[in-house]
Nanobody, 115 residues
Framework: QVRLVESGGGLVQAGGSLRLSCAAS????????MGWYRQAPGKQRELVAR???????DYADFLKGRFTISGDNAKNTVYLQMNSLKPEDTAVYYC?????????WGGGIQVTVSS
């Protein structure tokens, strides 16, 4: 099993920044990618960004360069730097880890952007 713990969410004004962290622990030896998804009220969960063990990254088109995902292998932690936040970025953000046929999710963390 893999345990994912998110931190760094909260309330921020539009135009501000937040940095989310996701620390992985447990049976992480087969994890080959980690990422962030988000789910706003009444909407489906959607991919925000992900990073592979080889450091390749993938971003949702709607971000337009505002967010950056990075990883620290020594700490088994993935970060999501979110800049120029907009009210429509308000959602619960979930950390995800994938390896083989296994997918793991964190409990989610609230990000609220006020206008």
């Amino acid at each position: 099993q893999v345990r994912l713990v998110e931190s760094g969410g909260g309330l921020v004004q539009a135009g501000g920044s937040l940095r989310l962290s996701c620390a992985a622990s447990g049976s992480i030896f087969d994890i080959n990618s980690m990422g962030w998804y988000r789910q706003a009220p009444g909407k489906q969960r959607e991919l925000v960004a992900r990073i592979t063990s080889g450091r390749s990254t993938d971003y949702a088109d709607f971000l337009k360069g505002r967010f950056t995902i990075s990883g620290d292998n020594a700490k088994n932690t993935v970060y999501l730097q979110m800049n120029s936040l907009k009210p429509e970025d308000t959602a619960v953000y979930y950390c995800n880890a994938a390896g083989g046929t296994h997918y793991y999710w964190g409990g989610g963390i609230q990000v609220t952007v006020s206008s």
